[in-house]
C-alpha cells in the first residue's frame, strides 16, 4: 500500500513560531503537493515540487516555504506563525506522468496557532 | 483557470437508495479525474481515478463516469449504507511540463440515514 505519512495529527503553535511540517512518502513518486483545507474554501493549493529541490508556487504561497532535499520527504515551512495560518494541512504524492497518477494523501495535520 | 464545481453541497438519503454526486469542470483540457473521499477531520482516500481517455471506472458499490467534452462527472452510489456518510470530492489533474496541478471542487456533504 501506498503510503504518505505527516509528522503530527495535531499541532498547537504560538504566533511568530517557526513551524516544520513533514511529509514521507514511500511510493518514488516524483510530485508532492502542501494544500490548506478551509470551511467553505475547499482546498487551496500552498506548494508544490516535481523533483528533489524543484518547487513551484501555488495558489497562496505567501507565508510558506518548502524543502524537498530528499525524493521521499516534502516539509512546509511557516517563518513565523499567525493566526490566519490556523488551519487542517494535507500532503499529497503522485507519479508526474503515466497511467498510475493516482494522488494519495497523508492523514492530515490540524495546526493551530495562539 | 479551472473551475470545479460539486452539486448539491450537502445530500441527505435513506439507507439502501441508490445515489449521484455530480461534478463539472470548465476546461476539457484534462489529465484524469478523481474521486476521494474524505471522513471528519481526516485526509483524503482515493475512491475512483478515471484517465481523460476512459468514460468510467468501477469500484465495488461505486461506479463514476467522465464525458469530457461536456465538463462532467459523476459518481454513482449503490444501495447505500451508513457508513457511507462522509464527504466526496472531486479533482481534475490540468497536464503541465511539471507538477500536473490538482484542482478540486468544494465537495458534497452524504449522510445515509440508517
Known amino acids: 500500500d501506498v503510503k504518505v505519512t505527516q509528522s503530527s495529527r495535531y499541532l498547537v503553535k504560538r504566533t511568530g513560531e517557526k513551524v516544520f511540517l513533514e511529509c514521507v512518502q514511500d511510493m518514488d513518486h516524483e510530485n508532492m503537493f502542501w494544500y490548506r483545507q478551509d470551511p467553505g474554501l475547499g482546498l487551496r493549493l500552498i506548494y508544490f515540487s516535481y523533483d528533489v529541490k524543484m518547487k513551484e508556487k501555488g495558489d497562496i504561497p505567501e507565508g510558506y516555504s518548502v524543502s524537498r532535499e530528499k525524493k521521499e520527504r516534502f516539509s512546509l515551512i511557516l517563518e513565523s506563525a499567525s493566526t490566519n495560518q490556523t488551519s487542517m494541512y494535507l500532503c499529497a504524492s503522485s507519479f508526474y506522468r503515466g497511467r498510475n497518477t493516482e494522488a494519495f494523501f497523508g492523514q492530515g495535520t490540524r495546526l493551530t496557532v495562539v | 483557470k479551472q473551475e470545479v464545481t460539486q452539486i448539491p453541497a450537502a445530500l441527505s438519503v435513506p439507507e439502501g437508495e441508490n445515489l449521484v454526486l455530480n461534478c463539472s469542470f470548465t476546461?476539457?483540457?484534462?489529465?484524469?479525474l478523481q474521486w476521494f473521499r474524505q471522513d471528519p477531520g481526516k485526509g483524503l482516500t482515493s475512491l475512483l481515478l478515471?484517465?481523460?481517455?476512459?468514460r468510467e471506472q468501477t469500484s465495488g458499490r461505486l461506479n463514476a463516469s467522465l464525458d469530457k467534452s461536456s465538463g462532467r462527472s459523476t459518481l454513482y452510489i449503490a444501495a447505500s449504507q451508513p457508513g457511507d456518510s462522509a464527504t466526496y470530492l472531486c479533482a481534475v489533474r490540468r497536464p503541465s511540463n511539471t507538477g500536473n496541478q490538482f484542482y478540486f471542487g468544494t465537495g458534497t456533504s452524504l449522510t445515509v440515514i440508517p
Open positions: 478515471i484517465q481523460s481517455s476512459q
Open positions: 476546461d476539457s483540457a484534462i489529465y484524469n
